[in-house]
């Protein structure tokens, strides 16, 4: 199967088995499932998560209670602004900045605006642990967005600046439900998960794929780069 053959087979069983969460339906999207805070709280028990001071993370509704840790752990929280549609293109949560009490409202699409800095690229602290958001995952890491790629473009903009590299733990969470036995085809501009974590197990995928050195300019259309006004700026 393709990768869309994968999506909608996952977003169906999702959907048909009572997995999926609000917001409905899970098509389309980084579907939210039945779980999320437990896959949270067992990525919470990783050496990887205890040794992270800055945590990038996907805005979707089933990586909130990953965000919502990482404050009340006393870590930097960076959210993209959706489609990094701004010459800022992150949220920065500072939970120093933020009263306890709002931990967890702060990290949520509809209130990150009211707690968060908005910063350029060249203003985010080097990332320490880098959390997607999947429709679903192999065992090996290779990972299925929904298909728009800006999970793959914002890693690709960060690397660009040094602020993540080789060494840098990236990790998503989701349902058993979505890890897959594939194969599935990886692109040059495909991130690896090195942490698969579901609500019952913690897959170290140790991956043999490879991971994108930077933006990969060629792959990229003049619409594109010019409509993401953080890429025509790198690209400048």
């Not at 999702?14 to 389309?28: K, V, W």
Request: net charge negative; glycine share 6%.
């Amino acid at each position: 199967m393709d990768k869309q053959e994968y999506r909608e087979r996952i977003w169906d069983r999702l959907e048909a088995e009572g997995i999926a969460r609000f917001p409905f339906p899970p098509h389309g999207r980084i579907p939210n499932v039945a779980g999320a805070a437990d896959a949270a709280d067992r990525l919470a028990e990783t050496d990887e998560w205890r040794a992270a001071d800055a945590v990038k993370a996907n805005p979707d509704a089933p990586q909130l209670p990953v965000r919502r840790r990482a404050l009340r752990a006393g870590k930097t929280v960076y959210m993209a602004v959706p489609r990094l549609r701004d010459e800022k293109p992150f949220y920065e949560l500072d939970p120093g900045e933020i009263p306890p009490e709002a931990y967890d409202s702060a990290p949520t699409v509809s209130h990150v605006e009211d707690h968060a800095r908005q910063v350029g690229p060249d203003a985010v602290d080097a990332i320490d642990l880098v959390v997607s958001g999947s429709v679903a995952v192999t065992e090996a890491g290779a990972r299925i967005g929904k298909g728009e790629g800006y999970s793959d473009l914002e890693y690709a903009v960060l690397c660009e600046l040094g602020l993540v590299d080789e060494e840098t733990t990236i990790a998503t969470t989701v349902h058993d439900a979505q890890v897959i036995d594939g194969p599935v085809d990886v692109d040059a501009h495909d991130v690896p998960m090195d942490l698969v974590v579901t609500p019952t197990r913690t897959i170290q995928t140790e991956t043999d794929y490879d991971r994108p050195a930077g933006i990969i300019w060629e792959a990229l259309s003049a619409e594109r780069i010019e409509e993401l006004p953080v890429l025509a700026r790198l690209r400048e």
